[in-house]
């Protein structure tokens, strides 16, 4: 159920107006969908084992199941022993998902939307509609057929949504750049305005000035995402992330200063990433730690109920592991390590919550 959540959240986001505008077909739709479960996979397992121990638990103990289980001499230590298997094997499969199976999934779900971009770059304009899926302009084409526009209009737009510079043109089409992650709009037999001068709302300065053939970049980023080093460094697979931090690590010991502190930057860079994917890992076994004692003492039957005290309980992990991203740029209190942080805690606090429910109830049953 909830992989079904997550990736309806990642479908609606990227892909469900790309399918309603017809930018994408229903065979690569459902393609990309199958690409991003492992994505969605590494959130949803410890989530559900939260929510289902929650509820296990909370049963157990409503109903005065626990009190009986416990009179009978079995502690909820050995009771939960099955739980804490599944725990582990979460663990490993989420650890080897994190390191392996993620990034190529995030990778080839990339890949697939630029060979999407790059087999029909038309797609991404429709007849009659001002286009802004492009970061910085908007377009529009009165008439478009195979792999050519006709009478197009075309904004650039600055950092403050103003019009920079307005062109039209008889006929255009597009050229895809996949290592620049843009479209290359290349247009014939136009015109284009621009103002003169400091102040772009000056419309007394707009000057006028024909083309015989001009082109012209737009960004995909919107689209496809950023390209940026930090946004792929987080999908690098376990050996990509121990070559770029050897890579790194020679950086840091030649060079100038300042190319030296920003190698050492990197490094930290790369040691956050594999940090985070290897605590994330054991994000199960943090859940279940707290999940066990907390159904005990909520002692609820609602499967609602149960989901949002599990809810609640991920929301406030996962912010502490989102709390401690934005130190990156304070290398000095060691962001990387910091990540086991919200594991410690759950773990410590549910110990310590599991050993006092496990006397309670043993008081109960006494």
């Not at 479960?37 to 989530?47: G, M, R, T």
């Not at 630029?114 to 910085?136: I, M, R, Y």
Request: avoid cysteine.
């Amino acid at each position: 159920m909830f992989a079904f959540i997550l990736l309806t959240g990642n479908v609606v986001k990227d892909m469900l107006g790309l399918l309603s505008e017809g930018q994408l077909t229903f065979t690569a739709f459902f393609k990309l969908l199958f690409v991003l479960f492992p994505f969605v996979f590494i959130h949803a397992l410890p989530f559900g084992l939260l929510t289902g121990v929650l509820m296990a638990m909370g049963r157990l103990s409503a109903q005065s199941e626990l009190t009986a289980i416990r009179s009978a001499g079995v502690s909820i230590f050995r009771l939960s022993s099955s739980v804490f298997i599944l725990a582990v094997i979460a663990t490993v499969a989420a650890l080897i998902v994190n390191f392996y199976y993620g990034p190529l999934a995030k990778a080839e779900y990339r890949r697939e939307l630029a060979n999407t971009v790059q087999k029909n770059p038309l797609s991404f304009v429709v007849e009659k509609t001002f286009v802004k899926d492009f970061d910085g302009a908007v377009l529009y084409v009165s008439n478009k057929e195979d792999s050519r526009m006709e009478d197009i209009w075309f904004w650039d737009l600055d950092d403050e949504g103003r019009v920079n510079r307005f062109s039209r043109a008889e006929s255009a089409r597009f050229e895809y750049n996949e290592e620049l992650n843009t479209l290359n709009l290349i247009l014939t037999n136009g015109y284009y305005e621009f103002i003169k001068g400091d102040d772009p709302e000056d419309y007394t300065q707009v000057h006028t000035q024909s083309f015989g053939r001009t082109s012209t970049s737009l960004s995909l980023d919107r689209i496809l995402g950023k390209a940026t080093f930090e946004r792929k460094l987080k999908w690098f697979t376990f050996y990509d992330l121990v070559r770029e931090r050897k890579k790194w690590v020679e950086a840091s010991t030649v060079g100038t200063p300042e190319e030296r502190a920003e190698a050492k930057g990197k490094i930290m860079d790369v040691q956050m990433a594999f940090h985070e994917k290897f605590a994330m890992g054991f994000t199960a076994i943090s859940f279940i730690l707290l999940g066990i004692p907390m159904g005990i003492q909520a002692q609820r039957k609602e499967t609602s109920a149960n989901i949002f005290l599990a809810l609640g309980l991920a929301l406030g992990y996962y912010f502490m592991m989102l709390a401690v991203g934005w130190l990156g740029n304070k290398p000095e209190l060691r962001p990387d390590l910091l990540y086991w942080v919200p594991n410690i805690v759950y773990q410590a606090i549910g110990f310590k919550m599991l050993r006092n429910a496990d006397l309670s109830v043993k008081a109960s049953a006494a």
